[in-house]
């Protein structure tokens, strides 16, 4: 069956630090890969998509970037957070109309 | 304005009664999954439906692709359902699961 690992579970990092997130699968090949976000009281909004190795779809202007290194793994990075970059990440695997999410994220910038 | 709509946004209900939720969407859909998320965050799917009707336990799922309709239904609801229902779907054509706002239910003993 197919699984998402998806790490840390949670994260607190300063202003102006990177990020790295980091999500796999395990169970299936070629997944469409995403990552969202959900602000506090906020809906999930799409960050990134992923159809393939190196092919990385993004939805909305922002400091942050994807990529997608191998078949399985999706890699969401910062070169420097913002405060506003707080929230809870999500990565979620979809394949034949299946659809599996990680545990998510909860990122604090202070 | 969102492709996937819930209704309600909140809701409130003491516990044993029928709880329904709501999704309406815009195009035909491959696919239309109903989450489920925690207060700590974490997302379980509940169902995938691309037609007709899915129960599991307490919990109904059904879709009328005619009308773009999805409901989530809860029987005998209880404090442990409490947290927020997503409905996501999955557009024919396209790569990227959609979510809805989500329904944030909260069952009272």
């Known amino acids: 069956s197919q699984t998402i690992h998806q790490w840390p579970a949670t994260l607190v990092q300063p202003v102006g630090s990177p990020l790295s997130l980091e999500c796999t699968v395990e169970?299936?090949?070629?997944?469409?890969l995403y990552w969202y976000r959900q602000a506090a009281g906020r809906g999930l909004q799409l960050l990134f998509y992923?159809?393939?190795?190196?092919?990385i779809s993004s939805e909305v202007p922002q400091n942050l970037s994807a990529s997608r290194p191998q078949d399985r793994q999706f890699i969401l990075s910062s070169k420097k957070l913002l405060l506003s970059d707080s929230g809870f990440y999500l990565c979620?695997?979809?394949?034949?109309?299946?659809?599996?999410f990680g545990q998510g994220t909860r990122l604090t910038v202070v | 304005k969102n492709e996937v709509e819930q209704s309600p946004q909140n809701l409130t209900a003491q516990e044993g009664e029928f709880i329904t939720i709501n999704c309406s969407y815009s195009?035909?859909?491959?696919?239309l999954h109903w989450l489920q998320q925690h207060p700590g965050g974490g997302i379980v799917s509940l169902f995938m439906?691309?037609?007709g009707k899915k129960k599991h336990g307490r919990l109904i799922a059904t879709i009328n692709i005619q009308e773009k309709h999805s409901s989530l239904h809860i029987t005998a609801s209880h404090p442990r359902d409490s947290a927020v229902y997503i409905c996501?779907?999955?557009?024919?054509?396209?790569?990227?699961?959609?979510f809805g706002q989500g329904t944030r239910l909260t069952i009272n003993p």
């Open positions: 979620a695997c979809e394949r034949n109309t299946e659809a599996f």
């Open positions: 169970g299936t090949s070629n997944p469409n």
């Open positions: 992923s159809v393939g190795i190196g092919q």
């Open positions: 195009v035909g859909i491959s696919a």
């Open positions: 439906l691309s037609s």
């Open positions: 996501a779907v999955m557009y024919q054509g396209a790569q990227k699961l959609v």
